[in-house]
């Protein structure tokens, strides 16, 4: 009985949150990310855990919009150039794989954006990346200034960042006014 008396309640709540994390995101810093992914040759994605997963659907949804777009470590990742994206999906803007792809790309590809999207807004990553896309949220750093959260661990980094990819990818469409059903052409039809 208590999963259902409390469903609706937790739902809310959850909601709630991801709202007003959305809402504390700026909005300039968005515009300069979308900027970059669409003049971008080819847009990298890199992160791990959960972080990684929503990256991925990020990376999927942009190829829907005929944006060239990888996630690091795919079988058929091609190289990275000085005309290319690296979009770095950390919290603490300290995971280790994070930032040391982010290192390596620039080593690379000096020329190439990276763009770290976390809530941390002084962490290592500060040394190497562009800018930052701040997602506020509470992390393992417990900074003053996070977004609360009742969620398990970083339950709300994670699922913003998913949301995220998708506002962007809606704007991309009402932007560039594009014609949805003709997306169509660029989603997976092996399935």
């Not at 079988?75 to 000085?82: G, M, V």
């Not at 982010?102 to 999207?117: D, L, M, S």
């Not at 994670?158 to 990818?169: E, H, N, P, R, T």
């Amino acid at each position: 009985m208590y999963y259902q008396e409390n469903y609706s309640a937790v739902c809310e709540t959850v909601i709630k949150e991801i709202k007003t994390t959305l809402d504390s995101i700026d909005p300039a810093s968005v515009e300069r990310l979308t900027q970059d992914i669409l003049a971008a040759d080819q847009v990298f994605f890199v992160g791990v855990g959960r972080v990684m997963l929503s990256l991925q659907a990020m990376c999927k949804r942009f190829v829907h919009l005929g944006i060239k777009a990888n996630y690091v470590g795919a079988i058929n990742e091609p190289a990275i150039t000085e005309k290319d994206l690296l979009i770095v999906g950390s919290g603490s803007g300290e995971s280790l794989f994070p930032l040391g792809i982010a290192r390596k790309a620039r080593a690379c590809a000096p020329g190439c954006k990276i763009v770290h999207i976390g809530s941390n807004p002084n962490s290592s990553m500060k040394e190497v990346a562009d800018y930052i896309v701040r997602i506020p949220v509470r992390t393992k750093l417990y900074l003053e200034d996070e977004v609360e959260s009742c969620q398990i661990m970083t339950s709300l980094f994670d699922q913003s960042l998913l949301l995220l990819g998708d506002v962007i990818a809606k704007m991309i469409v009402e932007e560039r006014q594009l014609d949805m059903k003709s997306l169509w052409r660029y989603h997976a039809n092996l399935e």
